[in-house]
């Protein structure tokens, strides 16, 4: 969906699954909580066996992956980015996981009107230049009833953090712009603590390393510091909304963002 070059998959390759995964000294619990986050919001809605779930902005599929794995869901993948939907359905293949992806160009999708139960669209958003519109295809191919989790860095800084980031939101100009299309929120979480942020991403390496030693290790004794919500600490750099697609919403597609 990013009209923004996306180049880290030519650099990088499927390194979303080494982030959730990738042991101790490649894991990168940062991205290991969001994707637990969007987990939890699924686990808690109200979602049949049999529930049709469409990963929006896949990327090399490993949200996909864990959606399939750990709560053993069907999903079909969508991305714009040729190189990710490949790396995918290798990704899926290599670990005989069954799931559909498809190249997807602009903001349309190509899925029917209500077709889907749940939509996530995990750091997504902050990548495209018409999130109005991007919204509103997500509301046209849920069912009624049906619900978005979306998630997306909070704004701290004049500009965005990530050159590849057209823009970032504090929480209530997040909250607002979905408004427009899906009404009141069912939830907001306010995770990722910006202490541990800075720590990781610190000016002295070795300072920095340590850290992210010490976080790998809470993070596979079960305590990934990342999860840790607003309350706690005073500043988080990461938002997840639980939407729902109820009777009477009519979409605002003119508003301005």
């Not at 686990?43 to 992956?65: F, H, Q, T």
């Not at 209500?114 to 902050?126: G, K």
């Amino acid at each position: 969906m990013s009209e923004i070059e996306f180049d880290k998959y030519d650099k990088k390759g499927a390194y979303h699954w080494t982030d959730y995964s990738g042991g101790l000294m490649r894991m990168n619990a940062y991205t290991r909580a969001r994707y637990d986050q969007v987990l939890d919001c699924l686990k808690d809605l109200d979602l049949a066996p049999e529930a049709r779930i469409l990963d929006l902005g896949c990327g090399d599929g490993a949200l996909s992956g864990l959606i399939r794995q750990k709560l053993g869901r069907s999903v079909i993948g969508v991305d714009a980015n040729p190189l990710a939907i490949d790396l995918a359905r290798e990704a899926f293949a290599l670990r005989e996981l069954d799931g559909q992806f498809k190249c997807i160009a602009g903001y349309d999708t190509g899925e029917p009107e209500n077709s889907f139960d749940a939509v996530v669209c995990s750091d997504v958003i902050e990548h495209v230049r018409e999130p109005i519109q991007m919204l509103s295809e997500i509301h046209r191919i849920l069912r009624r009833g049906g619900y978005l989790v979306i998630t997306t860095p909070i704004r701290f800084s004049h500009g965005p953090v990530d050159p590849m980031h057209v823009q970032e939101w504090f929480t209530n100009e997040f909250v607002q712009l979905c408004g427009k299309i899906f009404g009141q929120p069912l939830h907001v979480y306010e995770t990722h603590p910006i202490f541990w942020y800075e720590l990781l991403n610190v000016n002295q390496r070795w300072v920095a390393r340590f850290a992210r030693l010490l976080v790998n290790i809470a993070t596979l004794l079960g305590h990934n510091p990342f999860r840790q919500k607003l309350g706690l600490w005073r500043c988080c750099t990461t938002q997840t909304v639980d939407l729902r697609k109820v009777p009477g919403n009519t979409p605002a597609v003119g508003q301005a963002p």
